[in-house]
Structure formats: structure tokens, C-alpha cells
């Protein structure tokens, strides 16, 4: 059993598996399966590429270590609430270039091929 420790997920590249985030989460990958193939997965982002499912490590990095981010500035804070109540439309969904903020959230998740 491997002890998941950042270095060691920043070091499975950018695309992971499904056992392996199932591992890392303490769960059986067959949970993770199912949570997916149900569409009740919100965790990450599931990527179908042909027949295999990957997971960006980005979003497992995310989800566990979202904490340790720096909370906003409060200059940062107000341009977001400004933005929003020029037009909460559209500038809610586009990234803000005058602080490099992104958006965040959102996960796409595709449903399993039937047989």
C-alpha cells in the first residue's frame, strides 16, 4: 500500500486512473466505478479516452489540498464581487486576467458505454 503524500500524486504525471484515485481516497475502485458510471462522481473530472477512464491529478490535488491555498486578498475579494455585479452572467464563468484567478468546479462526467 502506498502512503499518498502530494509529492507522491504530483509524480503520477497529469492523468491518473480510477484504482489509483480510488486508493488514494481510501475506497474500493469499484465504488469509484459505480459512483461513476451513475453520474454521482463530482469529485474530479472523468476523462473517457477510447474505453479507459482517467482522472486529472490536478483535480485530486485540488480536492485534497485545497486548504493549503492562499485564502484571496481582500483587493482580490472585491474585484470578484464587483465583477459579479457588473454581469453575473457572464464574468462569473470567465477567468478574470487583471488577478489570474480561474474558474474552478464544474465537473464533466460521461456515462459508461453500455455493452
Known amino acids: 500500500m502506498t502512503t499518498w503524500t502530494r509529492a507522491a500524486v504530483e509524480a503520477l504525471g497529469p492523468l491518473t486512473d480510477v484504482p489509483t484515485v480510488a486508493e488514494i481516497f481510501g475506497v474500493h475502485k469499484d465504488t469509484v466505478y459505480a ?35 492562499a485564502a484571496p486578498s481582500r483587493d482580490e ?12 452572467c457572464s464574468e462569473a464563468v470567465k477567468p478574470h486576467p487583471q488577478c489570474g484567478c480561474r474558474v474552478t468546479g464544474g465537473a464533466a462526467i460521461h456515462p459508461l458505454p453500455t455493452a
Open 77 to 88: 475579494s472585491e474585484h470578484h464581487r464587483a465583477s459579479e455585479a457588473q454581469n453575473p
Open 35 to 69: 459512483q461513476i458510471r451513475r453520474g454521482e462522481w463530482t469529485e474530479t473530472r472523468v476523462l473517457a479516452l477510447g474505453r479507459k477512464l482517467k482522472i486529472p491529478t490536478r483535480d485530486v490535488l485540488d480536492l485534497l489540498y485545497a486548504h493549503e491555498s
